[in-house]
């Protein structure tokens, strides 16, 4: 490569990553999504940075794009995305769930007999405290940031 050529970011915080001890990364893995508009090609490939988080290579290539379009996401963007999937899985099996429930219904299940029974009360007293100090714990831990 000639004095006058840049290396790209993307180039630049790749070849940082490889072959470091305390990274451990994915083979690249290639998407092809065909739709009316032509084929498109997704290229990712993830790294994990020891105490830092993930970043995730994202190359795009399109048949009207001479170049690819190549994008380093860092941790923290990365962290944003697997929190909104989360979010969006944990919402997902509410409504999946609620809607078991009013199905249950429809069919005269009686709900609440299990919650009747003591041993089932006294578990679920258990998880209610259990989850309360877990969220005390996150919030001390967020504050104390």
């Known amino acids: 490569m000639s004095e006058h050529q840049?290396?790209?970011?993307f180039d630049?915080?790749?070849?940082?990553?490889?072959?470091?001890?305390?990274?451990?990364?994915?083979a690249p893995t290639t998407k092809v999504v065909a739709n009316i508009i032509g084929a498109q090609t997704f290229i990712v490939q993830t790294f994990r940075i020891h105490d830092k988080g993930d970043t995730i290579f994202l190359q795009y290539v399109s048949g009207d794009?001479?170049?690819?379009?190549r994008i380093p996401i860092p941790p923290a963007v990365a962290d944003v995305i697997a929190r909104q999937r989360e979010a969006l899985t944990t919402k997902s099996r509410r409504k999946?769930?609620?809607k078991?429930?009013?199905?249950?219904?429809?069919?005269?299940?009686d709900?609440?007999?299990a919650?009747?029974?003591?041993?089932v009360r006294k578990r679920a007293l258990l998880a209610r405290k259990k989850k309360a100090a877990e969220r005390r714990a996150r919030k001390a831990r967020k504050e104390g940031v």
């Open 6 to 9: 840049s290396i790209s970011p």
């Open 12 to 26: 630049r915080l790749l070849g940082e990553l490889v072959g470091l001890n305390e990274v451990t990364h994915t």
């Open 65 to 69: 794009n001479d170049k690819p379009i």
């Open 96 to 98: 999946g769930a609620l």
């Open 100 to 109: 078991a429930m009013e199905t249950r219904k429809e069919h005269g299940h």
């Open 111 to 113: 709900l609440g007999a």
């Open 115 to 119: 919650l009747r029974r003591p041993e």
